[in-house]
T-cell receptor, first 112, second 116 residues
Framework: GENVEQHPSTLSVQEGDSAVIKCTYSDSASNYFPWYKQELGKRPQLIIDIRSNVGEKKDQRIAVTLNKTAKHFSLHITETQPEDSAVYFCAASGGSNYKLTFGKGTLLTVNP | GAGVSQSPSNKVTEKGKDVELRCDPISGHTALYWYRQSLGQGLEFLIYFQGNSAPDKSGLPSDRFSAERTGGSVSTLTIQRTQQEDSAVYLC??????????????FGPGTRLTVL
C-alpha cells in the first residue's frame, strides 16, 4: 500500500519568513495530493491540493509543488504569520484506492 | 449548513469496557471515513463507507474494532474490550462522493478517547 513520509516533524520560523514542508510517497499510481491544516484543538481543514498532471499550484501565500519522477511534493508558505501556526498534514491517494494516506504531520510555529 | 458532527467529544473509559463513537455526516454525503489520530502520529485510516457498497475495512487494527453505517447516514464505530493503546482522537470525515481528488473530505471535531 501507499506510504507517505513527511519532514520535518517540527518547524519554527520568524514571522515574515518562508516555511517549506516536504513529503514523499511510494505508490506511483497516486495522483492526488492534498494538504490539511489542523489548528490546536480543531478539525483538519483542506488548504490546497494538487493533481499529478500539474507541477505547481499557488493560492495567495501558499503553494504546492509536485515532482512525479522523484515522488515528492512540498508545501511552501511565504510571509508567514502567527495564525499560520498549526499542524500541517500531507496526504496522497490514487488509482482504484479512494483512501487518503496521511503523513505524520509537521508542527509549524511562527514566532512574532 | 451543518458540518460533520461527532459524539461524544470526550470519552473516558476503563480498560476492558466497550465504547461506541458516533458520526453524523453532512447531509447528502455518500462517502464516510473513520480515522484515528494518536499523539505525534498522522491520521490513520480505519474504515470507509460508500453508499450501499461493502465497506473498506482494511485499516481496522484488530477484530475489536467494528463500524456500521445505518441508512447511508449516521455511522457508529465500536471498540470492544478497550486497551490503553486505543487512546486517541477518532475523527470522522464525509465527502459528496468517493474520489478524494474531486470530493473534498470534511472532518468532524473528533472524539477524544482515553482508556485508563
Amino acid at each position: 500500500g501507499e506510504n507517505v513520509e513527511q519532514h520535518p516533524s517540527t518547524l519554527s520560523v520568524q514571522e515574515g519568513d518562508s516555511a517549506v514542508i516536504k513529503c514523499t510517497y511510494s505508490d506511483s499510481a497516486s495522483n492526488y495530493f492534498p494538504w490539511y491544516k489542523q489548528e490546536l484543538g480543531k478539525r483538519p481543514q483542506l488548504i490546497i491540493d494538487i493533481r499529478s498532471n500539474v507541477g505547481e499550484k499557488k493560492d495567495q501565500r501558499i503553494a504546492v509543488t509536485l515532482n512525479k519522477t522523484a515522488k515528492h511534493f512540498s508545501l511552501h508558505i511565504t510571509e508567514t504569520q502567527p495564525e499560520d501556526s498549526a499542524v500541517y498534514f500531507c496526504a496522497a491517494s490514487g488509482g482504484s484506492n479512494y483512501k487518503l494516506t496521511f503523513g505524520k504531520g509537521t508542527l509549524l510555529t511562527v514566532n512574532p | 449548513g451543518a458540518g460533520v458532527s461527532q459524539s461524544p467529544s470526550n470519552k473516558v473509559t476503563e480498560k476492558g469496557k466497550d465504547v461506541e463513537l458516533r458520526c453524523d455526516p453532512i447531509s447528502g454525503h455518500t462517502a464516510l471515513y473513520w480515522y484515528r489520530q494518536s499523539l505525534g502520529q498522522g491520521l490513520e485510516f480505519l474504515i470507509y463507507f460508500q453508499g450501499n457498497s461493502a465497506p473498506d475495512k482494511s485499516g481496522l487494527p484488530s477484530d475489536r474494532f467494528s463500524a456500521e453505517r445505518t441508512g447511508g447516514s449516521v455511522s457508529t464505530l465500536t471498540i470492544q474490550r478497550t486497551q490503553q493503546e486505543d487512546s486517541a482522537v477518532y475523527l470522522c470525515a464525509s465527502s459528496r462522493g468517493p474520489d478524494p481528488s474531486y470530493n473534498e473530505q470534511f472532518f468532524g471535531p473528533g472524539t477524544r478517547l482515553t482508556v485508563l
